[in-house]
C-alpha cells in the first residue's frame, strides 16, 4: 500500500508538474514576534513564531527556478491550511481567526513583481478559496512594510481583494502610464469574457488618445488566439481522469495597456497537467511524433521526459493540430502565436510545466527546458498595435 502511494504521489508530480517536498526551503525561525494583521479596512495586532519569505525578484522571466519552486511550496502550505479546514467542518468546530500565527508568507521581502507573475501568485490563492474556503481565514501580515511598488502591483490585478484587505476596485488607476485589468476567472469558454477584456484595454487607449484601440485588438486576432487558448483549457488541461480534489478547474486572465506606446499585454494561465502531457491524447500525436523523429533522431514519450519540455512545446507549437480534431475549435497552437504577426511587433511566450517556448516577431522561436515545473500553462503575449 506504501509502495502504491508514493508511486501515486510521483504520477502526480510528473502529470501536474509538482515540487517534491524537499524543494528549497524558505522559512525563517524568528521566534516569538509581533505582526500587524490587515483585513477588511481594520488593522489588528497579533503574534507569530516563523515567516516565509518570499523571493526579492517574483517574476517568472528574470527568476524562474525560485519563484517556481515558491510557488509549489505556497500551494502545499494553502493546501494544509484548506484541508485542516475541511477537517474542522467535518468534527463540528468553530472557526475563528486568530491573532496567534504559527508562521505566515512573508511579502516585505518582496522587491519586483511583474504583473504576469502576480497573475499566477494570485490564482493559487483564488484556487484554495474556491476548493476550501479559505478566504475565512486569509489575512495581509504587515502590509506597512511592503514596497509600494509591490503593493500597487498586486492591488492592480486583483490580488488584495483574495486576501480581504479590500474591495474589489470599481476605478482602474494608471501606474506609470499603464493601466492593468484586474484578473478574471472561469472554466468554460466564455466570449463575453474574452469580448469584456478586450473592450476594457481598447476604451482604456481610447481614454488616453489611442484611436479604434479595439479595432487594432481586433485586426491583431487577439479574440481568435485568446479564444483557442481558453478552449484547450476546457478541452484538455483537466481530463476526466484527472481526479484531484485540490484542483479548481479554472483559467484566470488578465490584460494591460500603455496607451502612450500602443503596447497590450494579456496573459492567461491554468493548473491543468500542461501542454507536454496532453500532446498523446491528440489526434494528431503521431504525425507530431513522426515531425520529431525527424528533427532529434529516435523517439520519446513528452510525458515523461520534462527535461525536454521546451523542445516539445515549440514541436507543438509548428504542427499545432487541434487534439479533438474538430474544425470548429480553432487552427490550433498557432493561432496563439499568429497574434503578433498581425501586430506591429510582439512577443508571445507559452510557459507550461519544465518548458518555456518564446517567439518574438521578426525572430526565430526560442525554447527552454527547466529544472523547476510551473504547474500548468501559462500564455503571455506582448504587443505593440
Keep these: ?3 502504491r502511494n508514493i508511486l501515486k504521489k510521483k504520477a502526480r508530480q510528473r502529470v501536474l508538474g509538482e515540487q517534491p517536498a524537499d524543494g528549497i526551503q524558505r522559512e525563517q525561525r524568528l521566534g516569538l514576534h509581533q505582526v500587524a494583521l490587515y483585513r477588511k479596512g481594520t488593522v489588528s495586532s497579533g503574534v507569530s513564531w516563523s515567516s516565509v519569505a518570499m523571493p526579492e525578484n517574483f517574476c517568472l522571466i528574470e527568476n524562474y527556478e525560485e519563484v517556481s519552486q515558491f510557488l509549489a511550496l505556497l500551494r502545499r502550505r494553502l493546501d494544509t491550511q484548506g484541508q485542516r479546514l475541511n477537517r474542522m467542518r467535518v468534527e463540528g468546530k468553530k472557526i475563528v481567526q486568530s491573532n496567534r500565527l504559527q508562521s505566515y508568507i512573508d511579502f516585505a521581502t518582496l522587491k519586483h513583481i511583474s504583473p504576469v507573475t502576480a497573475l499566477v501568485l494570485a490564482s493559487e490563492y483564488d484556487r484554495a478559496i474556491a476548493v476550501f474556503g479559505v478566504n475565512e481565514l486569509l489575512r495581509a501580515v504587515n502590509l506597512h512594510l511592503w514596497e509600494p ?19 474589489p476596485r470599481s476605478k482602474l488607476e494608471e501606474r506609470n502610464g499603464i493601466y492593468t485589468i484586474p484578473f478574471i476567472a472561469g472554466s468554460k469558454v466564455r466570449g463575453e469574457k474574452i469580448e469584456g477584456l478586450i473592450k476594457a484595454l481598447g476604451e482604456l487607449a481610447g481614454s488616453s488618445g489611442v484611436a479604434d484601440g479595439e479595432t487594432l485588438l481586433g485586426h491583431s486576432r487577439v479574440y481568435d488566439g ?4 481558453i478552449q484547450n483549457v476546457q478541452d484538455h488541461a483537466y481530463p476526466v481522469w484527472l481526479a484531484d480534489p485540490s484542483l479548481a478547474k479554472k483559467w484566470w486572465m488578465t490584460g494591460a495597456v500603455e496607451p502612450n506606446k500602443k503596447r497590450f499585454t494579456i496573459a492567461i494561465y491554468d493548473h491543468g497537467i500542461s501542454i507536454p502531457v496532453s500532446l498523446p491524447r491528440w489526434t494528431k500525436y503521431d504525425e507530431f511524433r513522426a515531425n520529431v523523429a525527424k528533427t532529434v533522431g529516435g523517439e520519446y514519450n513528452p510525458t515523461d521526459t520534462p527535461h525536454r519540455d521546451g523542445e516539445t512545446i515549440a514541436k507543438a507549437m509548428e504542427l499545432g493540430h487541434s487534439s479533438t480534431g474538430k474544425d470548429y475549435h480553432g487552427k490550433g497552437l498557432p493561432v496563439i502565436r499568429d497574434i503578433i504577426d498581425n501586430c506591429r511587433s510582439g512577443t508571445v511566450r507559452i510557459i507550461s510545466r519544465n518548458g518555456t517556448y518564446t517567439c518574438t516577431a521578426g525572430e526565430e522561436p526560442k525554447h527552454a527546458s527547466h529544472a523547476s515545473p510551473l504547474r500548468g500553462t501559462l500564455v503571455e503575449w506582448e504587443m505593440l498595435l
Excluded at 154 to 167: A, I, R, T
Excluded at 226 to 229: D, K, P, S, T
Aim: net charge negative; no cysteine; proline share 0%.
Design 226 to 229: 485568446l479564444g483557442e487558448a
Design 1 to 3: 500500500m506504501q509502495r
Design 149 to 167: 511598488e509591490v503593493l500597487a502591483t498586486l492591488k492592480d490585478v486583483g490580488f488584495l481583494n483574495l486576501l480581504g484587505v479590500e474591495d
